[in-house]
């Protein structure tokens, strides 16, 4: 059931988010198709963007990997060397050297012919899962249209089919959790615009290659609660071992990262997004691994605003509850 519905609620996320620029399109007196063609090129744009920063992340960091690489084994031999020496540990640094070198060479550029045929193999042979990727895409992208256009007639649609007598309540709900989204879009983009300058400028002042890339993406897994950051600030120290070894640079990586978190944990978060969804972090992680397993990196993404519309629907159920005459008597 994941595989059907998973293009459905992709659609359904992505038109709610582009549904702003839509409507203010169609205030600056564009017809409603027009403008919502116009928010679907916006939206693909973003996430081509998206897709071309991790590249460029991946070229920066790959060629670096195989060119700092026996630069770091030295600084880490002069660095650990005598330490060990001092506890009578022989350690062939040479030979770690030029094996490790040899086959980070090999597995980067000498076998990039077998990598291509091996490439082309496993798409030729997994031809069925391609055509479902185009399929699941193009009807993405056709649903996601018609809700743009016919959003209100949808949800009228679907008004009408809840009972009279909870059509207030279920309105008042419906606000409620469009508010907590609206309100956490928002100060995510923010947050995400703030920290991008302040990561990649930090990176650019210690002389990390490849900062902006970096930086943006360190910002952008921030939606993508601790384990976002973690994979930012695994890069990060990866990137200053490769390029400078155990130096300076790992203490500035360190001080840039804890500080980053202080300001968006403690000042732009709570006043642009609110107190994140008010989810216990043993409920995120929850969260996290439960749309993940059903709806792969995408549902990872959604974890979060999904949880925050499960969190009105609790908090009212229990209200409902704790103030029925068979729970109070």
Same mark, same amino acid.
């Given at each position: 059931?994941?595989?059907?519905?998973?293009?459905?609620?992709?659609?359904?996320?992505?038109?709610?988010?582009?549904?702003?620029?839509?409507?203010?399109?169609?205030? *600056?007196?564009?017809?409603?198709?027009?403008?919502?063609?116009?928010?679907?090129?916006?939206?693909?744009?973003? /996430?081509?963007?998206?897709?071309?920063?991790?590249?460029? %992340?991946?070229?920066?960091?790959?060629? %670096?990997?195989?060119?700092?690489?026996?630069?770091?084994?030295?600084?880490? !031999?002069?660095?650990?060397?005598?330490?060990?020496?001092?506890?009578?540990?022989?350690?062939?640094?040479?030979?770690?050297?030029?094996?490790?070198?040899?086959?980070?060479?090999? *597995?980067?550029?000498?076998?990039?012919?077998?990598?291509?045929?091996?490439?082309?193999?496993?798409?030729?042979?997994?031809?069925?899962?391609?055509?479902?990727?185009?399929?699941?895409?193009? /009807?993405?992208?056709?649903?996601?249209?018609?809700?743009?256009?016919?959003?209100? *007639?949808?949800?009228?649609?679907?008004?009408?089919?809840?009972?009279?007598?909870?059509?207030?309540?279920?309105?008042? /709900?419906?606000? *409620?959790?469009?508010?907590? =989204?609206? !309100?956490?879009?928002? @100060?995510?983009?923010?947050?995400?615009?703030?920290?991008?300058?302040?990561?990649?400028?930090?990176?650019?002042?210690?002389?990390?290659?490849?900062?902006?890339? =970096?930086?943006?993406?360190?910002?952008?897994?921030?939606?993508?609660?601790?384990?976002?950051?973690?994979?930012?600030?695994?890069?990060?120290?990866?990137?200053?071992?490769? $390029?400078?070894?155990?130096?300076?640079?790992?203490?500035?990586? %360190?001080?840039?990262?804890?500080?980053?978190?202080?300001?968006?944990?403690?000042?732009?978060?709570?006043?642009?997004?609110?107190?994140?969804?008010?989810?216990?972090?043993?409920?995120?992680?929850?969260?996290?691994?439960?749309?993940?397993?059903?709806? @792969?990196?995408?549902?990872?993404?959604?974890?979060?605003?999904?949880?925050?519309?499960?969190?009105?629907?609790? $908090?009212?159920?229990?209200?409902?509850?704790? $103030?029925?005459?068979?729970? $109070?008597?």
């Amino acid at each position: 059931m994941a595989e059907i519905f998973t293009p459905f609620l992709t659609a359904f996320i992505l038109a709610y988010a582009l549904r702003p620029v839509c409507l203010w399109l169609e205030r *600056h007196r564009l017809p409603r198709a027009a403008a919502a063609g116009i928010a679907m090129i916006i939206g693909l744009a973003v /996430l081509f963007s998206i897709l071309i920063l991790f590249i460029t %992340l991946l070229k920066t960091e790959i060629p %670096l990997i195989k060119a700092q690489f026996p630069e770091w084994v030295q600084n880490t !031999q002069s660095w650990l060397g005598p330490k060990l020496n001092e506890l009578h540990i022989n350690f062939d640094w040479g030979t770690l050297k030029t094996s490790a070198t040899q086959k980070i060479t090999e *597995h980067l550029n000498d076998n990039s012919d077998a990598l291509m045929s091996s490439t082309l193999e496993t798409v030729l042979t997994s031809g069925s899962s391609v055509i479902a990727g185009f399929v699941n895409s193009v /009807l993405i992208l056709f649903v996601m249209f018609y809700l743009l256009i016919d959003w209100d *007639h949808f949800f009228k649609l679907v008004r009408n089919l809840v009972p009279l007598r909870a059509q207030k309540t279920v309105h008042h /709900l419906a606000m *409620h959790a469009d508010g907590l =989204l609206s !309100q956490y879009l928002r @100060g995510m983009l923010i947050v995400i615009s703030i920290m991008s300058v302040f990561y990649s400028v930090g990176l650019s002042v210690i002389g990390i290659k490849g900062s902006a890339a =970096l930086g943006v993406f360190t910002a952008l897994m921030i939606v993508i609660p601790y384990i976002g950051i973690t994979l930012g600030f695994t890069l990060a120290i990866l990137a200053a071992l490769l $390029q400078f070894g155990p130096s300076g640079a790992i203490i500035g990586v %360190l001080v840039l990262y804890g500080l980053g978190q202080f300001i968006e944990g403690f000042f732009l978060t709570p006043r642009l997004v609110g107190e994140r969804i008010g989810l216990h972090p043993v409920a995120v992680l929850f969260a996290l691994l439960l749309f993940g397993k059903l709806f @792969g990196f995408f549902g990872v993404l959604l974890a979060l605003p999904t949880s925050a519309v499960g969190l009105v629907l609790l $908090q009212y159920g229990w209200s409902r509850y704790t $103030q029925s005459p068979w729970y $109070q008597k």
